[in-house]
């Protein structure tokens, strides 16, 4: 009788962690790499159609938050939140600073995210996004600056790779980001972009 017990408390701990894992895994957050001091965006959606959500930052993790965006409803500093009666999938954007480091280091930043599948009754879900940060002088590989794709070409392919970094659509290479960041100021953003075009254009011969 015991041991029967037992068989049905393993079964239902199966169940339940089960049950958490489908429920934890409707949320994603963006994996992030950057070099040392720069900025990194996470973008967090969801796998499933949502109709609410609430995200506030529960770790940090050595970063330091910049700003936030959020794709159906209000900022409130650190705070996201959203509504919408047709449902959605994207939920919003986290940008932070990293730290000037001397070697590979990787970073956890931790959110905590209410979301509603029905409009009415709420889910918390933990979710949490790595961060590598590279070490400037660790990167040996050459790179030619506006050269985002690599292609021995400058031209707007790059700037558009840019513009999706800068929305964390994409995650450069660290040779990538060192291109990318044209106007060396240790940040990917439309600048970077703009600039880039300028060149194609010819409006300007070097960055």
């Known amino acids: 009788m015991k041991d029967k017990l037992t068989r049905i408390l393993i079964l239902l701990l199966i169940i339940i962690h ?12 963006t994996d992030q790499s950057t070099i040392s001091g720069g900025e ?20 940090e993790g050595g970063l330091t938050f910049i700003n936030a965006t959020s794709a159906e409803g209000q900022v409130n500093g650190k705070i996201i939140n959203g509504a919408k009666a047709k449902g959605f999938n994207d939920i919003g954007t986290y940008k932070f600073k990293t730290p000037e ?6 970073y956890i930043v931790k959110f905590n995210v209410l979301i509603s599948k029905d409009g009415e009754t709420y889910e918390n879900v933990v979710n949490s996004s790595k961060v590598t940060v590279k070490a400037k002088d660790i990167i040996s590989e050459s790179y030619t600056t506006g050269d ?7 031209n707007q392919k790059d700037a558009k790779l840019v513009l999706k970094a ?17 106007n060396g100021d240790n940040k ?16 300007i011969t070097k960055f």
């Open 166 to 182: 800068f929305a964390g659509k994409i995650e450069l290479t660290e040779n990538q980001t060192l291109s990318a960041d044209v």
């Open 148 to 154: 985002v794709n690599e292609d021995g070409k400058i």
């Open 188 to 203: 990917i953003n439309q600048k970077d972009a703009k600039l880039i075009l300028k060149y194609f254009a010819g409006k």
């Open 101 to 106: 480091v001397t070697e590979d280091t990787t």
């Open 18 to 29: 089960g049950l958490m894992i489908n429920s934890y895994a409707i949320v994603s957050s």
């Open 40 to 59: 990194v965006t996470i973008t967090l959606k969801s796998s499933e159609t949502i109709y609410a959500y609430k995200v506030s930052i529960a770790d």
